[in-house]
C-alpha cells in the first residue's frame, strides 16, 4: 500500500471537514492507497498531468486533489470546501505550488 504524503496544511485542513465528509476522505484515500480509483473523482489537468480530484458531497462539497503517479508515494496537495461551481483560482494556486514541490523533488532525487 502507497503511504501519503501530505503537503502544505493539507492535512490539518482537512482535519476539518465535517466528520461524515472526514470519514469519507479517508475512505477514498485508503482506496486510492490500494491501487484502485476513488468512487468519485476527475482529472484535474488545469493543476497538473495525472492529478485528480476527489468529490465528496456529504454534507457539502468538498474536494481533496493529489497526485499517485509516482511509485513511492501519493502526494495530497490539497483539501478544502467548495463553496461555488467553479473552482476558486486560490485552491488551484495552492494546488498548484504543491504540485510544483512534488515535481521539484522528483527532480532532484532521480
Known amino acids: 500500500m502507497k503511504p501519503l504524503k501530505w503537503l502544505g496544511n493539507s492535512y490539518s485542513r ?7 465528509a472526514m470519514r469519507e476522505a479517508g ?5 486510492v492507497q490500494a491501487g484502485n ?13 495525472g492529478v485528480m480530484e476527489i ?4 454534507p457539502h462539497e468538498h474536494r481533496i486533489l493529489y497526485v499517485a503517479k509516482y511509485p513511492e508515494a501519493i502526494y495530497v496537495l490539497h483539501a478544502f470546501e467548495k ?4 473552482t476558486s ?4 494556486k ?8 512534488v515535481q521539484q523533488t522528483q527532480k532532484e532525487n532521480h
Request: hydrophobic share 30%.
Open 37 to 49: 480509483e476513488p468512487s468519485d473523482w476527475k482529472p484535474m489537468s488545469s493543476v497538473g498531468l
Open 14 to 20: 482537512l482535519n476539518k471537514f465535517p466528520p461524515e
Open 89 to 92: 483560482d486560490r485552491d488551484l
Open 94 to 101: 495552492i494546488a498548484r505550488t504543491a504540485y510544483a514541490q
Open 83 to 86: 463553496k461555488t461551481q467553479k
Open 55 to 58: 468529490r465528496i458531497h456529504d
Open 27 to 31: 475512505y477514498q484515500l485508503n482506496k
